[in-house]
């Protein structure tokens, strides 16, 4: 019972910083895009688009565990890229490159547990634990 109460906390969590930065990210794709382009993205628009979605659609399913290991395991991947093309080697004072480099290791540290969420599963209090998605195995 734990351990299932503690799988639901992480998703919890974990959902409450992906679905509301997509959602920010989709309600003003002028700004986010506007970003993207500062940090050299080809097609900012586009990657606007498609990280807006992808936060919203991957934290949904994250949030209400379904098909945990394999969504995981991109949040994961994204994490790990989003913070190298965003955060790494940026700001121009040592005040900004220090932040830089924190919210760098922030996402490698989400990253971390996303790739415990794929080994341990949603635990039984969610859609994977219904046997509805590919659970991870006990």
């Known amino acids: 019972m ?7 906390i992480a998703r919890l969590l974990l959902a409450a910083l992906f679905v509301p930065s997509g959602l920010q990210a989709l309600s003003d794709i002028a700004a986010t895009s506007s970003y993207f382009a500062g940090l050299g993205l080809p097609l900012p628009t586009l990657a606007a688009w498609g990280t807006g979605l992808f936060e919203v659609t991957a934290g949904s ?3 209400i565990g379904f098909q945990t290991p ?5 949040l994961a991947a994204f994490c790990i890229a989003a913070g190298f093309i965003g955060h790494y080697h940026q700001g121009d004072d040592p005040m900004l490159s220090f932040l830089h480099q924190q919210m760098l290791m922030k ?19 969610s ?7 590919i659970a991870a195995p006990k």
């Open 2 to 8: 734990a351990r299932n109460a503690l799988l639901l």
């Open 61 to 63: 399913l994250i949030l």
């Open 70 to 74: 394999i969504v995981a395991l991109l």
């Open 107 to 125: 996402d490698i540290a989400i990253a971390g547990g996303f790739l415990a969420h794929a080994m341990a599963g949603a635990g039984a209090w």
């Open 127 to 133: 859609l994977d634990g219904r046997g509805f998605g």
